[in-house]
């Protein structure tokens, strides 16, 4: 139960810079009494405007602000709930929403609708409807409970019988429901690409299977004939191999000789001929000399015949040596011949077996990069079976999609089926049907202690079967205001009553505002005042009224307004 305490103002509408305060506790029945405009009724837009951040009556909230000094516009109000003490500061120029509790000041940083909200939902318990209808009743902006429509009338008896829970359940339900069909939406999607993946590493594995092996086969010939051109090659290098180191090389070994032989054959030559040259200058000079040239002295004749004959048989035997030399030089030149030819066909052998070689070497390259790709084919080819193991892990994943999917459509049918239950028809239809005889009997039960002996009922629906003796069918509109006005207050008290049972938004606060000052006739204000004070004893009633000769003597206390120097006052 909400126990309200004091609410003070100042700067609010007519009242000035000095704080107007209002102790809820001090009386149970209160008379509000003062002429027009001298401020009596702003103590509800003030007890609306802290708690809801509106005003009761029809106000722009700028015009709150009291125009003279148009700022520091203030209302605190403090109540308990239970063990806990509660303070609410709201204010205008500057703005100010303060929540207190047990006399610490609650975070300021969050924005203050997370703060409304946690004071209406998990403070008050109480919505602006719902309090404007089992609070505050007004002749001027107060609507009655029977002209809502079924929507707002639901609203607030959910919230007196403390069921508004389920509508937040449903909501949760609601969101669950599509957040569980996203996630079926998505699994589907999911499942179309799985199966889509399933048949391209189906179509993957046949193409490896298939092609591998021709792919093998085409390189494994090739392999096989770069072999048989090895095969060849290498015959023709053993060959010219063979040539070299049994025929040309034991021929060049021979020769080998030739060439140092030559040389001295030559040099032997030269020598030969340089002797030959002497021997035809001696011959010569004894031919044509009989006198020594240098000495002048004669030369013995004989001596000089002697010497060119022995010249002419050293010239002869000379001559031959020379011409023996000569053939063995002509020899040694055709054997020197010989080698030059024999080495060079051994350059060239050798040159063609190195060529051979490096071809060998191409092709043995060759070799081993065709057996790199048929071993990489071979590996893919066998590497099927990971492939067939990512074929397994997608069925896998298919399968878990697919019952991921059936377990959720599972779920929407649970969920469906709370929903059903959560909404008006279902469960929260099955405990206002029980309260509802209840509420009945609470709303005949106060009609007629106001001598008004009509049976009135609710439906499940909310809408209105009357019956009176005169009359059998009547609706709320057939009845004049003053009858209206006691249907009104006879549900005003009822949704108390039910209030303070479930102990949902029940207060112990009733503010009425000028409802005995047009619709309510004497006899109708006497029942009123007497179910206030003898039946209404669990409430502070505060009315509000001009009649203040008719009524004055009946409430414990007089708080009366008055306007001095332009501002309202409690004088």
Known sequence: MILFKTIRWKNFLSTGNNFTEVDFQKSNTNLIMGSNGSGKSTILDALTFVLYNKPFRKINKPQLVNSVNEKDCLVEIEFSIGSREYKVIRGIKPNVFEIWIDGKVQNQDAAQSDQQKKLEEGILKLNYKSFT?????????FVPFM?????????IVEDLLDIKIFSTMNGILKDRVRSCNEIIR?????KDMVEDKIEMQESFIKDIEKSGKERIDRKEKQVENLHKEVDAIMDETDGKTLKIMDELQPKLENLNNTKKTLKKLNTIKVKLEQKIQNIVEEHKFFEDNTVCPTCTQPLEEQFRLDKIVDIQEKSKELNEGYKELEAAINVEQEKDIEFTNCSSEINRLNNDISTNNVRISGINRQIKNLRKEIQDVADQVSNRNTERETLKNLKEDLDKTEKE???????????????SLMKDGGVKSKIIKKYLPLMNQQINKYLQMMDFYI???LDEEFKESIRSPIHEDFSYDSFSEGEKMRIDLSLLFTWRDIAKMRNSSSTNLLILDEIFDSSLDGAGTDFFTTIIRFVIQDAHVFVISHKTDELMDKFDRVIKFDKVKGFSKVV
């Open 133 to 141: 209808q089992t609070v505050i009743l007004g002749s001027a902006t």
């Open 147 to 155: 002209q809502l429509t079924s929507a707002n009338r639901r609203d």
């Open 186 to 190: 998505e699994a589907s999607i999911r």
């Open 405 to 419: 999917r059936s377990s959720q459509r599972e779920e929407v049918s649970y969920l469906d089926f709370a929903h």
């Open 455 to 457: 049976n009135f009922s």
